[in-house]
């Protein structure tokens, strides 16, 4: 059976695009404004891809600790999962 990551996949482009909004707002300006929409936004989109990535039946401890590095951790886990999928692998059976 295979997964749809689509959410997951978002999640990780929002969470590591949020991440280079923050930092280039950093670097620049450090508008208020943008830190005060881009923060929150990259928060919830990191919880997102570590509860995703928890909670994906081919999970792995790899899988989920790379989803806890911010910024590139979600895109980092969703290969990590697409690559097991693609080989093949079978799902872990969890009671």
């Known amino acids: 059976m295979h997964r749809d990551r689509r959410a997951l996949r978002i999640a990780a482009a929002v969470e590591l695009a949020s991440l280079a909004v923050l930092l ?22 990191y919880l997102f891809t570590v509860v995703a990535t928890a909670r994906d039946p081919r999970r792995t401890a790899a899988a989920v ?3 806890l590095l911010p910024g590139i951790g979600g895109m980092l886990a969703v290969r990590r999962l697409t690559r097991g999928a693609e080989r093949g692998d079978p799902v872990p059976v969890r009671e």
């Not at 280039?24 to 989109?45: E, K, V, Y």
Request: aromatic share 0%; with cysteine.
């Open 65 to 67: 600790g790379l989803s």
């Open 24 to 45: 280039g707002n950093l670097a620049t300006a450090h508008l208020p404004a943008i830190s005060s929409l881009a923060g929150p936004l990259h928060g919830c989109a």
